[in-house]
């Protein structure tokens, strides 16, 4: 706990990271009271309905990125969803349209020009999504007719002005996030609305487990968190893992003098073990939308209906599987890896350079995927096992799935930022590597 303490006073030392954690926490708490604002029009008091509909499934976890945005008719309620969706979009695009494929090369200048067009695609998005949500909420959630304040031409052209406009605002403050304080933005957002529900959802399984008859009371809340601890623990194993690939570099002169000249060193190449990161789940949980559409139609299908069903899951598992090698094939270069090896100079023992390296680093890449997909599935579909365990719904959502693998992410990245800080200032860092770094920086 002493070193915990110490390290934040280091922190407020540091006079730029000070300010840079300052402008972070204060920006998103700006985004988290806009989340509470709700459209013009509608009464917030009569939306008992929306709230209900969109506890659990698919709905539920939308409204969990959205820290309950969505279920609360907010002028945040599409959040940085269509950001996220326009992102996926230009890099699909980016494999087959040779304009963006050339930008991706083009350094900094091509980066800022794939962020503009990922931000018109946003407003785009967001101008089919709009009316979707409004045609939702006054035609499918069965909300009253006294929850519209205002009706006609007017309640739609203001909300979809309001809808857009805080969709806009919410990828600029990420992108301030991201330029002027610590961590990614973008994910930083979702993360702060998914643990903005995490009260709420413990409080509801500390009173399910404590009142009601055959609960468990106490004792089960201390095992539900022993397994939480535990789960968090193989999700930033999953994270964190790699395999080290080792790299021989060729002898070459030191300072310009040819009379000096250093011994060939070694390195290494760190491929992940889950290279897609949380992206499968993403795509799983959108492609899952059309059986489900389909199983209203179609009786035979009703099955998949069911988020916590058999079916649904081992579907939804062969999804993650399937696109965590669709991901890592079009992120994870193997062959610009290789060249940028042969131009450096070095070379993988007994690995010709070249086509050779490629296909072996592309081989080992198949190879760790595969457990890394699984793994991603079996925490994918985790909290639809906790649920048969009688743990509600909206506490089971923290023990796997995107929000879990999100959050670990996030948190990992974001600490990282802070050591690299406070390491370049000779201080320990949140991690235990940071007392061995300082030394050697001393």
């Given amino acids: 706990m002493m070193k915990l303490i110490n390290t934040l006073r280091d922190i407020w030392k540091i006079e730029e990271l000070k300010n840079k954690l300052i402008l972070t926490l204060g920006l998103i708490a700006v985004y988290r009271f806009m989340a509470q604002v709700p459209l013009p029009g509608i009464d917030p008091l009569q939306l008992t309905a929306l709230k209900s509909q969109t506890s659990d499934g698919l709905l539920g976890l939308l409204n969990a990125f959205t820290g309950g ?27 087959a349209v040779p304009y963006l494929q050339k930008l991706q090369k083009d350094g900094e200048s091509g980066r800022k020009k794939i962020t503009q067009i990922t931000r018109w ?8 999504q709009g009316p979707t949500y409004i045609t939702a909420i006054k035609t499918q959630f069965g909300l009253p007719e006294e929850a519209f304040l205002v009706g006609g031409a007017t309640f739609w052209f203001s909300s979809m002005i309001l809808l857009t406009a805080g969709t806009v605002f919410a990828m600029w403050l990420g992108e301030r996030i991201t330029d002027k304080g610590v961590g990614n933005g973008i994910s930083l957002l979702i993360t702060v609305g998914i643990i903005a529900n995490f009260p709420t959802a413990f409080v509801q399984e500390l009173v399910s487990k404590t009142t009601n008859a055959g609960g468990g009371g106490i004792m ?3 095992i539900e968190i022993i397994v939480w601890f535990v789960v968090i623990l193989l ?4 994270v964190t893992a790699v395999r080290k690939i080792a790299v021989q570099y060729a002898r070459r002169t030191v300072a310009g003098d040819v009379k000096s000249v250093a011994g060939g060193s ?10 897609a990161g949380v992206m499968p789940i993403i795509f799983a949980q959108a492609i899952m939308f059309l059986p489900v559409a389909l199983a209203r139609k179609f009786p035979a299908l009703s099955e998949l209906q069911d988020m916590n069903g058999l079916w649904y899951n081992v579907l939804f598992a062969l999804l993650i599987i399937v696109f965590s090698y669709f991901y890592t094939a079009i992120t994870v270069r193997t062959d610009e890896m290789a060249q940028g090896l042969k131009r450096s100079g070095g070379f993988i023992p007994g690995i010709r350079p070249g086509s050779d390296t490629a296909d072996h680093l592309d081989s080992v890449l198949s190879r760790i995927t595969f457990p890394g997909s699984l793994f991603l599935a079996g925490l994918s579909i985790l909290p639809a096992i906790i649920v048969q365990f009688g743990v509600q719904q909206s506490w089971a959502m923290f023990y796997g799935g995107t929000s879990l693998i999100i959050m670990v992410g996030v948190a990992i990245d974001t600490i990282q930022q802070i050591n690299s800080y406070l390491l370049n200032s000779h201080y320990d860092g949140l991690m235990k590597t940071g007392t061995s770094n300082r030394k050697a920086i001393k």
């Fill in 121 to 128: 695609l946003t407003i785009a998005i967001t101008l089919v």
């Fill in 235 to 238: 999700s930033v194993l999953l």
């Fill in 266 to 275: 070694r390195d290494y190449i760190p491929l992940k073990l889950n290279a």
């Fill in 69 to 95: 945005a969505f279920s609360r008719a907010s002028i945040m309620a599409l959040g940085i969803m269509p950001y996220i969706s326009a992102s996926i979009v230009v890099q699909l695009m980016g494999i």
């Fill in 220 to 222: 089960m809340i201390l």
